[in-house]
T-cell receptor, first 119, second 112 residues
């Protein structure tokens, strides 16, 4: 089974520039997540999609961050304009859980992440 | 949301059992305890989860106290490849969706 794919793996930009990250979840996974992981901290959820709808974006800085999941498969996370404090690893994860499906297992599969450095 | 408390770091000798503690004194009756780990430069990886009973799989064992206020992840025979940050997470339930909130975790270093 192919895992969660992310690209690029590394990105260096200057502050005030724009950047986009791409994620391809595991085939058939209804739920997709974007996390931000600052060095030395655990991942923080930015946004969660169920199919192509947003379930939770309460931690997403909406003045500069946006995300979409067209057709309920691939997803893109964009930052515009970037700030120095956006330097972090951006992780994408997916899981089988979907609305109405009662599951006792909530295994999220993570991609390798994109390391963003804002200078 | 129940919070977890883990030691910042711990060392373990290769081939010995590694016992990783986690406190979750405010856990609710329907909240599960999950463990993930993150090897350097990789995304987190699911290890195991449990509700009340002890659980075991090919990677680890999870021991949950009877009052459910704490748990221990056991890596039975630690190898150098087990060096990672280990996260103890209590699953938050929100409608039909489930959210995982990661803390800082325990940095485990397995030494030869």
């Amino acid at each position: 089974e192919a895992g969660v794919a992310q690209s690029p793996r590394y990105k260096i930009i200057e502050k005030r520039q724009s950047v986009a990250f791409w994620c391809n979840p595991i085939s058939g996974h209804a739920t997709l997540y974007w996390y931000q992981q600052i060095l030395g901290q655990g991942p923080k959820l930015l946004i969660q999609f169920q199919n192509n709808g947003v379930v939770d974006d309460s931690q997403l800085p909406k003045d500069r961050f946006s995300a979409e999941r067209l057709k309920g498969v691939d997803s893109t996370l964009k930052i515009q304009p970037a700030k120095l404090e956006d330097s972090a690893v951006y992780l994408c994860a997916s899981s089988l859980d979907s609305p109405g499906r009662r599951s006792t297992s909530y295994e999220q599969y993570f991609g390798p992440g994109t390391r963003l450095t804002v200078t | 949301d129940a919070k977890t408390t883990q030691p910042t770091s711990m060392d373990c000798a290769e081939g010995r059992a590694a016992n990783l503690p986690c406190n979750h004194s405010t856990i609710s009756g329907n909240e599960y305890v999950y463990w993930y780990r993150q090897i350097h430069s990789q995304g987190p990886q699911y290890i195991i989860h449990g509700l009340k009973n002890n659980e075991t799989n090919e990677m680890a064992s999870l021991i949950i106290t009877e009052d459910r206020k704490s748990s221990t992840l056991i890596l039975p025979h630690a190898t150098l490849r087990d060096t990672a940050v280990y996260y103890c997470i209590v699953r938050v339930r929100r409608s039909n969706d489930y959210k995982l909130s990661f803390g800082a975790g325990t940095t485990v270093t397995v030494r030869a």
